[in-house]
C-alpha cells in the first residue's frame, strides 16, 4: 500500500540551512505537500509541488523532487527559530486525491 | 473569516464513556475530512464528509465511531465506548470543494482525547 516516510528529528543553527527528507511509494501521486505543525496548533500547508516539477522555490522554501527514486526535499535557507516545528511531507492518495498520507513528520530544532 | 475550530480542544474520558468532538469548518466550506494522529506518527485519514452524506469512511474503525455533517450545525466525530488505544489527536479540515492540488483543506487546531 501507499506508504510516506521521513526522518524523525533534525537539529541546526539559527542562520544555517535545514533539509527535511521524505519517501514516498505512490507512483502516481500528481502532487505533493509539506505542512508544518507547531506546537499545539493544528498543520498550516506550506508548500507542494507537481510530479512534473523538479524543483519548486518559494523565499526561503526550496522543494526538490526527484521522481525516479520517489524522494522529496523541503530546503528551508537562513533557519529562524520561528522555524521549530513538526514538518509533514503528504501524498494524496492515487484514486482518491483528498485522502492525504502523511509521514510521520520531522521534528526541526532550531538552536540560537 | 474564522478558520476551522473545533472543541473542545482537550478531552478526557474514562474507559467506556462516549467521546464527542466538534469541528465547525470555515464559512463557505462544505466538505470536511477527520484525520486522527497518533502518538509519533503521522495523520492518518479517518473519513470525508459533505453536508449530510458520508462519502468515504474507508478509515474509520467498524465499530464505534461514527461521523455526521448535518445541514445545520458542526459535524461531530463520535466514539462511544472509548479504549486507551483511542487516545490520540484528532484533526478536522475542511475545503470548499473536494480537495486537491488547486483546493486547499485547512485544518484546525485539533481535539486531544486522552482516555484514562
Known amino acids: 500500500g501507499e506508504d510516506v516516510e521521513q526522518s524523525l528529528f533534525l537539529s541546526v543553527r539559527e542562520g544555517d540551512s535545514s533539509v527535511i527528507n521524505c519517501t514516498y511509494t505512490d507512483s502516481s501521486s500528481t502532487y505533493l505537500y509539506w505542512y508544518k505543525q507547531e506546537p499545539g496548533a493544528g498543520l498550516q500547508l506550506l508548500t507542494y509541488i507537481f510530479s512534473n516539477m523538479d524543483m519548486k522555490q518559494d523565499q526561503r522554501l526550496t522543494v526538490l523532487l526527484n521522481k525516479k527514486d520517489k524522494h522529496l526535499s523541503l530546503r528551508i535557507a537562513d533557519t529562524q527559530t520561528g522555524d521549530s516545528a513538526i514538518y509533514f511531507c503528504?501524498?494524496?492518495?492515487?484514486?482518491?486525491?483528498?485522502?492525504?498520507?502523511f509521514g510521520s513528520g520531522t521534528r526541526l530544532l532550531v538552536r540560537p | 473569516n474564522a478558520g476551522v475550530m473545533q472543541n473542545p480542544r482537550h478531552l478526557v474520558r474514562r474507559r467506556g464513556q462516549e467521546a464527542r468532538l466538534r469541528c465547525s469548518p470555515m464559512?463557505?466550506?462544505?466538505?470536511v475530512y477527520w484525520y486522527r494522529q497518533l502518538p509519533e506518527e503521522g495523520l492518518k485519514f479517518m473519513v470525508y464528509l459533505q453536508k449530510e452524506n458520508i462519502i468515504d469512511e474507508s478509515g474509520m474503525p467498524k465499530e464505534r465511531f461514527s461521523a455526521e455533517f448535518p445541514k445545520e450545525g458542526p459535524s461531530i466525530l463520535r466514539i462511544q465506548q472509548v479504549v486507551r488505544g483511542d487516545s490520540a489527536a484528532y484533526f478536522c479540515a475542511s475545503s470548499p470543494r473536494g480537495q486537491g492540488f488547486d483546493t486547499e483543506a485547512f485544518f484546525g487546531q485539533g481535539t486531544r482525547l486522552t482516555v484514562v
Open positions: 503528504a501524498s494524496p492518495r492515487g484514486d482518491s486525491s483528498y485522502k492525504l498520507i
Open positions: 464559512k463557505g466550506h462544505s466538505h
